[in-house]
């Protein structure tokens, strides 16, 4: 079992950056890839993004695509969200998951195993 636990979310202005991180407990880690997604008040969990276990592909949506960057460090358990250009339209909570095999996934019944969210919030 892998258990995600994000990190870094907070409050930001239109334009700034965060970084977002997922520490993922468990041996396997590096067997699966990662997926970021995201939910607004009163929307449905979205995907963001998703690399694959050896980091070695990645894919974004289309909102996101160009401002983000997926990463990851199977030597240490974490992957990592990087958002630049933040908009108001990236306020959500924002998920860190497992997925249930080793290559990208967009779609939520592809994953296995959810942190608990963190809080991003872009307003001026």
């Known amino acids: 079992q892998v258990q995600p636990v994000e990190s870094g979310g907070g409050l930001a202005q239109p334009g700034d950056s965060l970084r977002l991180s997922c520490a993922a407990s468990g041996r396997t880690f590096s067997s699966y890839a990662m997926g970021w997604f995201r939910q607004a008040p009163g929307k449905e969990r979205e995907f963001v993004a998703t690399?694959?276990?050896?980091?070695?592909?990645?894919n974004y949506a289309d909102s996101v695509k160009g401002r983000s960057t997926i990463s990851r460090d199977n030597a240490r358990n974490r992957v990592y969200l990087q958002m630049t250009s933040l908009k108001p339209e990236d306020t959500a909570t924002y998920y860190c998951?497992?997925?249930?095999?080793?290559?990208?996934?967009?779609?939520?019944?592809?994953?296995?195993?959810w942190g608990q969210g963190t809080q991003v919030t872009v307003s001026s």
């Open positions: 998951a497992v997925a249930t095999s080793s290559y990208v996934r967009m779609d939520l019944d592809g994953y296995r195993y």
């Open positions: 690399i694959s276990w050896n980091g070695g592909i990645t």
